[in-house]
């Protein structure tokens, strides 16, 4: 079911049931102002025919048989006497002063709660069943009336002297309430309906303009995850191309390593031999040696040496067992043996794997720090952290060097802190740089150790 359909049959019931007690008011209301114009009819008739006739009864002088004679004539001759079919006058202590019933004229009988009310000044009205002692000429005629009680008042005072009640068939009452009823419950149903009508016609519009976004949206929604199943392929590859570029590049170093190796420094190194032979020929290199062969011979030594440094540095351990930890001693180990500098090692990694190209990124990067931080900053306080972030592995390079502006520009040919930026992102990681003049260098690189790269 839509929630269109819902939220009609949910207003619906709502409209229904606010329908029912709205026409239940009004029946009830109608009732009360029908009850109320028949009580105010009696009420003037007992203040304008009965109340002057029965002013005795304040003094304690009791209803005489011609004033009962009167009344009863005035009654039956009055507009409201044809709808009475019973009437009786009430002492204030619960005596009949008055009844159309004669035998009833003179006895008491216990004051219930209408006459009560009507003796302490009130108007009561009701339904009565008649099953009070009082009703026996009433209840043999009829099974229920109009019982109306209403006081009778003093002459110019409040005080009660007496109470008046009245039995009335209610059939003209209800009928009257009834044809009301019928027509405030067709006001209401109609209202209702109508109402209901024009919320279903907006509810419907809505929906339809619902289903038409909701149709469009899943259209969109469908593009939208296609482009992101393309873009996470692609993604992917990215990834391991560039695993790869990085693999490549280390097997273009050792490929440049090895050509060093096997062709100019092999060639500088037979120069050497030859420069010792020309030197011997020459002269005895004791007695008097040659200066400008000793200045060739230095400039091919010292060629040679950095080639073997070159080549050194170009040379990359074997990686492939290596765990993140482990590789992490070694480059510091490395370094110490190097730079006779100590490295103060925090590392938390409880990873026993890593791609082969996030290591070797990682021993690259890590070398590139250290000798950075060697050659700027004395390796003052070199320290490194590392800790594993679910796949990622962060770690952090700090030195107590003199530090420098992050945003000055970097020297021609400086390519260190780009390199090291470039390796980290090339692997879907990130590279930062903390440092400020007499702060020290903080160089923090974050690289992931799951395996989708390989």
Known sequence: MTFARRYLLLSLAMISILSIVLGLLAGALIEANAMDRTVSLASLYVESLIAPEVQDLATGTPLTEKKAAWISERLAASTIGSSVMSFRIWSPDGQILYSPEARLVGQRFEVDQPLAKALGGGISAQISDLSETENVYETSRWSHLLEIYIPVRATGTDRVIAATEFYQLPDELESEVFRARIAAWA??????????????????????????????????????????????????????????????????????????????????????????????????????????????????????????????????????????????????????????????????????????ATKIALYRILQEALSNSERHAAGRDLAIVARQEGSDLTVAVSDAGPGFIADAPRAEGHLGLAGMQERAELLDGSFELETAPGEGTIVRVRLPIDEGQD
């Open 187 to 356: 006001i209401v149903a109609a209202v209702a309906l109508a109402g209901y009508l024009v919320l279903a016609r907006l509810v419907h519009s809505g929906s339809a303009t619902i289903v038409r976004q909701e149709a469009a949206l899943k259209d969109q929604v469908a593009t939208l995850s296609g482009l992101l199943e393309r873009n996470a392929i692609l993604h992917g590859r990215l990834r391991r191309a560039a695993a790869r570029t990085t693999k490549l590049n280390e097997q273009e170093r050792l490929r440049i390593r090895s050509d060093l190796h096997d062709g100019p420094v092999q060639v500088l190194a037979l120069a050497m031999l030859r420069l010792d032979a020309i030197d011997r020929r020459l002269a005895d290199p004791a007695e008097r040696p040659d200066p400008d062969v000793a200045l060739v011979r230095g400039a091919v030594v010292d060629a040679i040496d950095d080639m073997r440094d070159i080549a050194a540095d170009l040379r990359l351990p074997s990686l492939v067992d290596a765990t993140p930890a482990a590789l992490i001693r070694r480059v510091a180990v490395h370094h110490e043996e190097r730079a006779g500098r100590p490295v103060r090692l925090d590392i938390i990694v409880p990873a026993a794997e890593a791609p082969l």
